[in-house]
């Protein structure tokens, strides 16, 4: 029974669950978490991935509310399907809610994005990141730096080092556009060819803070580099609470599924974010990475050079900004692994099962 709620975890999802299936009964269970069609249902159907069997249709709450019921869900579901296995990844609430579910039922859980550490527990995700691999029987590490973790905190059995399960998504995606011509997101069309930021804020920590959100606005909006920026629904609700706008220097568009993202990053000069998936993605398309955060869990992004983490305070902000639009590093290791994460994940599964 593989756990799914939000975007970043239908990205994943997408490779493992046809992977799985080949040989293997698998149920697909999405919490509900995203549930507008730009937040959902776009990534199940351009990445191809099988309708959820059963969607328990939470959507939003505080963190306690959204996971307790959850919790309370998922329990009535894994006892009546019974699954051998709950597949959860990454660090969501619906995560969480996914991996204590089963391990209060004594079902095992395999993790996949086990080992990511920011070392900041007032993020709720390093949070969920952090209990889901202490229950978890099989951990899937994305990167040695993640098994290096999982040792820190005494976790050496059942640890496996897959790489990132972008790597089987992201370049064919952008393959794809390239060969296909892609057209990017209506409403960017007179950017078309020209450098341009390609932005994204949604992490609470800086959304909802009034001083925070209104530098990281102010900044965008005066920087001499276009930007475009897919709005999350908490940056726009907070926008509207702190009384904030863009400048014509920035344009806003709704969320985009995973195609319009990459074609953007194919498309933009730099990288400004708060995401997680985010920094990994522009790695990876080797587009140079601002990070509004004070810490990151893809540290090696920063260690090579192409991931600048800053504060939005208008003048350190501005010139990691100015920094990342210069020559990026010559070197890129290959920090993610190599295409066939989900063949990996799943032949592990499949061991484990027969034992
Ligand atoms: C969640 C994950 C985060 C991940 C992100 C990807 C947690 C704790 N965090 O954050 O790690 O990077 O997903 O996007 O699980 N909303 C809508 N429509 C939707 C979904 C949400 O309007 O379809 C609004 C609601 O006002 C909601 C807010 O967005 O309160 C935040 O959504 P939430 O599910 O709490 O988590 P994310 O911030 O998206």
């Known amino acids: 029974m593989t756990i799914v709620g939000a975007r ?19 149920i697909l269970v999405h919490t509900g978490q995203h549930y507008d069609d730009n937040m959902s249902d776009v990534f199940f159907s351009e990445l191809d991935i099988p309708q959820p069997d059963i969607n328990l249709g939470v959507g939003s709450g505080s963190h306690a509310e959204q996971t307790a019921q959850m919790m309370i869900r998922l329990e009535a579901v894994m006892l009546a399907e019974k699954p051998d296995w709950v597949l959860v990844y990454g660090d969501t609430n619906s995560t ?30 390093e949070v969920n990141r952090i209990l889901t691999d202490h229950l978890s029987t099989i951990l899937f590490a994305p990167t040695q730096t993640a098994v290096e973790n999982l040792k820190k905190e005494g976790i050496t059995s059942g640890v496996h080092m897959v790489g990132d399960v972008r790597v089987d998504v992201l370049p064919d995606t952008a393959t794809r556009i390239r060969t ?55 940056l726009s609700k907070m926008m509207g609470e702190f009384d904030l706008r863009f400048s014509d220097n920035v344009c806003a568009i709704g969320p985009v599924g995973f195609t319009d993202m990459v074609a953007l990053l194919d498309a933009c000069q730099i990288v400004i974010t708060d995401s997680g998936g985010l920094q990994k993605e522009s790695y990876m398309m080797r587009r140079p990475t601002v990070t509004v955060r004070d810490t990151t869990e893809w540290i090696e992004t920063v260690e090579s050079g192409w991931n600048r983490l800053c504060e939005p305070d208008p003048v350190s902000f501005k010139a990691a900004i100015s920094q990342a639009q210069q020559t990026p590093p010559d070197s890129h290791p290959a920090f993610y692994g190599t295409y066939g994460v989900s063949q990996r994940i799943c032949a592990i599964l499949e061991k484990h099962a027969r034992a």
């Open 96 to 125: 969480i809610a996914g991996g204590l579910t089963a391990a209060k039922l004594n079902i095992p859980v395999a993790h996949v994005e086990s080992g990511l550490r920011s070392y900041d527990r007032t993020m709720p995700e």
């Open 8 to 26: 970043p975890e239908f990205i994943m999802t997408a490779p493992v669950s046809k992977a799985v299936r080949e040989h293997n009964t698998e």
């Open 180 to 234: 296909l011509g892609y057209q990017l997101p209506a409403g960017i069309g007179s950017l078309e060819g020209k450098p341009f930021a390609l932005t994204t804020i949604h992490r609470a920590s800086n959304t909802d803070n009034r001083e925070r959100l209104s530098n990281i606005v102010h900044t965008l909006s005066t920087l001499e580099l276009p930007v475009v920026i897919p709005v999350h629904p908490r």
